[in-house]
């Protein structure tokens, strides 16, 4: 199973280019945390003392926040997973997150800010998988 955790550069290509001027864009990340915190590599932000994937996304969240905030993005919904009730009984999921970006340009900015890059570390350490699915909203849908 190929385990993805960060985008790649043709992914984010056409990410901008399908999102652009579409306004507000609506992320659902499905979260699978590792049992041990990966921090190889990472030895900068590595916790004094050993760490869940758990415990780790939690420091990336609590760190990632505040950045958020600053470009207008916010949490819509954090919560708990495991199977689904239509989809592959093979994949399961941890965690949740759904976050909503005013636009492209400020999830840009965000992905960019010099103090968020300092801590999605704890976000490689923490996750063994991820999807991140972006979405704009259909106002008419009748």
């Known amino acids: 199973m190929n385990k993805h ?3 790649n550069p043709e992914s984010g290509k056409k990410f901008y280019q399908d999102f652009h001027n579409k306004g ?29 994937g758990k415990e780790a996304y939690k420091l990336y969240m609590k760190n ?19 199977g689904f009730l239509i989809g592959p009984e093979s994949e399961k999921w ?3 997150l759904i976050v909503e970006h005013e636009s492209v340009l400020k999830f840009m900015e965000f992905a960019k800010n010099k103090n968020y890059l300092q801590n999605v570390g704890h976000r490689t350490a923490g996750l063994e998988d991820s999807r991140l699915l972006p979405s704009t909203e259909i106002k008419n849908y009748t």
């Open 5 to 7: 955790i960060d985008a």
């Open 24 to 52: 507000k864009i609506v992320m659902l990340n499905l979260l699978k945390f590792r049992q041990k915190a990966d921090y190889t590599n990472l030895g900068q932000i590595k916790p004094d003392n050993e760490v869940s």
């Open 64 to 82: 990632t926040l505040p950045e958020l905030k600053k470009v207008g993005s916010r949490i819509i919904y954090y919560g708990k997973s495991n």
């Open 94 to 96: 941890d965690a949740i």
